[in-house]
């Protein structure tokens, strides 16, 4: 079975600094997705960046970029000029490219935005 | 905009008590979840339905049930609530096919207490 695991339980960053969260997994399939949620206080989930493992450039969406190292099994989530409403706890997911299960998720790591 | 609807924000159970966690999604997918989240746990799946009356265990089914009678609707039966059940409940839905498109929504969640 697929794992994630996210070792970082909690991170703080200041206002407008960088920050990069962790995010490995295990597999043995080739074909995969891999995402970055964010669940701010309001408990609503909601998909930040999105990375498809036959990709090699590493997806982007403003603020928000991926460090992906297919070899090593790692899926980094950097921050720039971070803000107060970046603060949230933010999961990384894994889904085989063939599953109707969709979603495997980390434990999480909640990220504190510091004025 | 993708609208998954969790009946109830917040309940409180009594030990024994039949439960239901009600969820519906307009965007006629035909996937549906429920996943429950726990401190350090991150998400973990406990039913999916990939098409009306149709529905497959996840990793953690004991002690729950499903049904789906309606595309839009698919609700979660705990038949008899027990404390270790004290838990937030999110509810997700996606379509078929590959990501972009199959993009998991989720609901805002609904902590349930049992006492």
């Known amino acids: 079975a697929q794992t994630v695991t996210q070792s970082q339980p909690e991170m703080s960053v200041q206002e407008a600094e960088t920050v990069t969260l962790s995010c490995t997994y295990d597999t043995s399939e080739s074909d995969y997705y891999l995402f970055w949620y964010k669940q701010p206080p309001s408990r609503q989930m909601i998909l930040v960046i999105r990375q498809e493992a036959y990709k090699q450039q590493n997806a982007t969406e403003n603020r928000f970029s991926v460090n992906f190292q297919k070899a090593a099994k790692s899926f980094s989530l950097k921050i720039s000029d971070s803000q107060l409403g970046d603060a949230a706890m933010y999961f990384c997911?894994?889904?085989?490219?063939?599953?109707?299960?969709?979603?495997?998720f980390g434990s999480g790591t909640q990220l504190t935005v510091l004025p | 905009d993708v609208k998954v609807t969790q009946s109830s924000r917040y309940l409180v159970k009594r030990t024994g008590e039949k439960v239901f966690l009600e969820c519906v999604q307009d965007m006629d997918h035909e996937n549906m979840f429920w996943y429950r989240q726990d401190p350090g746990l991150g998400l973990r799946l406990i039913y999916f339905s990939y098409d009306v009356k149709m529905k497959e265990k996840g990793d953690i089914p004991e002690g729950y049930s499903v049904s789906r009678e309606k595309k839009e609707r698919f609700s979660l039966i705990l038949e008899s609530a027990s404390t270790n059940q004290t838990s937030m409940y999110l509810c997700?839905?996606?379509?078929?096919?590959?990501?972009?498109?199959?993009?998991?929504?989720f609901g805002e969640g609904s902590w349930l207490t049992v006492v």
């Open positions: 997911a894994y889904r085989d490219s063939g599953s109707a299960r969709q979603l495997t």
């Open positions: 997700a839905s996606s379509s078929r096919g590959p990501p972009p498109g199959n993009t998991i929504y």
